[in-house]
């Protein structure tokens, strides 16, 4: 796997896009961050990524509110410090 260990937040997880680019990362062996507004459409993308096999997190995190993103919302409390991959569509 091509990304194996890798780290990789994804904004915008729960719409189609970012959801097709998640399950995309998930399946190339990325730790997976989905963020997005409607926790249920992100939680959607996460059913699709454990039902392949992959792995992923989930976070409520707007990606217009630069204050959640700055100070990392959620998605440093795993431990991972370090993302190759940040993808969105903004």
Do not use: H, P, W
């Given at each position: 796997?091509?990304?194996?260990?890798?780290?990789?937040?994804?904004?915008?997880?729960?719409?189609?896009?970012?959801?097709e680019v998640a399950l995309a990362l998930a399946v190339a062996g990325a730790n997976?961050?989905?963020?997005?507004?409607?926790?249920?459409?992100?939680?959607?993308?996460?059913?699709?990524?454990?039902?392949?096999?992959?792995?992923?997190?989930?976070?409520?995190?707007?990606?217009?509110?630069?204050?959640?993103?700055?100070?990392?919302?959620?998605?440093?409390?795993?431990?991972?410090?370090?993302?190759?991959?940040?993808?969105?569509?903004?």
């Amino acid at each position: 796997m091509i990304l194996q260990d890798k780290n990789a937040i994804v904004y915008g997880a729960g719409g189609s896009l970012g959801g097709e680019v998640a399950l995309a990362l998930a399946v190339a062996g990325a730790n997976v961050f989905l963020t997005g507004r409607n926790i249920s459409s992100v939680q959607k993308t996460a059913n699709k990524i454990l039902a392949a096999g992959g792995g992923a997190e989930v976070y409520e995190v707007d990606a217009f509110d630069e204050k959640a993103i700055n100070s990392g919302k959620g998605c440093t409390k795993s431990g991972y410090s370090r993302y190759i991959v940040q993808c969105s569509r903004s």
